[in-house]
């Protein structure tokens, strides 16, 4: 069936047709075109075409994507502090003092409130990147509704707050990346107590980031009494860590059944449970071994898997054939 556009010039044109999209659009731009003088439309076009410019570019949705997968890691990170030597200035013949030296020097208990600090300023930290993570995500919808608006009048009007929403959100970007990195520990007190005739050494605190541990879900297999369990890290550390693996049998059905769990440390990234009951699920988690500078750790990777099947209990068949004759049934005749 064919139809006539009445005021376009458009007849014969398909409902189901792609180009009939295309020239319903020219129509309204021609009529949008209507509505403004020629140097104002100019200047519409300008200005709509800088906003999508903006946010195909430095707000596009696959940026926002990253950003938002970027987040979910960090929130699974763990947080360490890492005592690091200032910078001697010109002139300072203090010697350089490694990291295992300043522990020695550190009092206990004022590093054990330093700890507490990094925790909360690394909560803070992940609370303030998904709050702006949040304004991203609106403002990136306020603008394209305003892109998708059909009359020009109101966006040429309000192009002024346009420009302030644009600056505002690449201020929230680079706060946003800047916050990305975990940065100096703030320290408010002396964390060297007194030593007497020695010299303080320059110190400074870091919060440093390790990726999480997670599970190979693909290598880690269940079998009839035992599990083989493998896990790795993204970014391989320089130096071997140590990992705690923990086991807990799921529904424990008697006292005896409950004794099916443990703490097992690991000096490797694979681990075999044996001993287990078949045909039960067991949930599986692994995280890094209890470090002193640990300073926050809330996320760790879980797995849970179910043992094979056991032989079917109950007595042996007996065997029904006439003596010096296999038993056999009748699909094997």
């Known amino acids: 069936m064919n139809f006539q556009v009445t005021g376009l010039g458009l007849d014969k044109m398909k409902l189901d047709s792609p180009q009939s999209f295309l020239d319903q659009e020219e129509a309204e731009e021609a009529e949008d075109r209507q509505l403004l003088e020629p140097e104002a439309w100019r200047t519409y076009v300008e200005r709509r075409n800088a906003l999508r410019e903006f946010l195909t570019s430095d707000l596009s949705p696959q940026l926002l994507k990253r950003h938002h997968a970027r987040m979910e890691l960090l929130r699974k990170c ?3 502090i890492e005592i690091l030597p200032k910078p001697l200035a010109l002139g300072d013949q203090n010697p350089l003092v490694l990291p295992s030296t300043m522990f020695q020097l550190i009092d206990p208990w004022k590093f054990q409130r330093m700890k507490k600090v990094g925790t909360a300023q690394t909560q803070i930290q992940l609370l303030l990147l998904g709050d702006l993570l949040e304004q991203l995500d609106h403002g990136r919808a306020a603008l394209d509704s305003l892109l998708e608006s059909p009359n020009p009048r109101p966006f040429l009007a309000g192009w002024g707050l346009v420009e302030r929403r644009l600056a505002d959100l690449s201020a929230v ?93 690991v000096a490797a990234c694979t681990f075999d449970v044996r001993n287990l009951l078949p045909n039960r699920s067991y949930r599986f988690t692994v995280k890094r071994a209890e470090s002193y500078t640990l300073v926050y750790e809330p996320w760790r990777d879980s797995l849970t898997l179910q043992t094979r099947p056991g032989p079917p209990e109950g007595p042996a068949p007996s065997r029904l054939g006439k003596p010096g004759l296999p038993l056999t049934t009748p699909s094997e005749r």
């Open 78 to 80: 763990s947080y360490y």
């Open 173 to 265: 970007m680079d706060s946003f990346l800047a916050m990305m990195v975990p940065g100096r520990l703030h320290i408010k007190h002396r964390l060297v107590s007194d030593v007497g005739a020695t010299k303080i050494p320059h110190i400074r605190l870091m919060l440093s980031t390790k990726m999480p541990v997670m599970f190979d879900r693909k290598e880690s297999v269940a079998y009839q009494d035992w599990v083989s369990l493998r896990w790795f890290v993204t970014i391989q550390p320089a130096v071997p860590e140590q990992f705690e693996l923990r086991f807990k049998l799921l529904d424990p059905r008697t006292q005896q059944e409950c004794l099916q769990c443990g703490i097992i440390p």
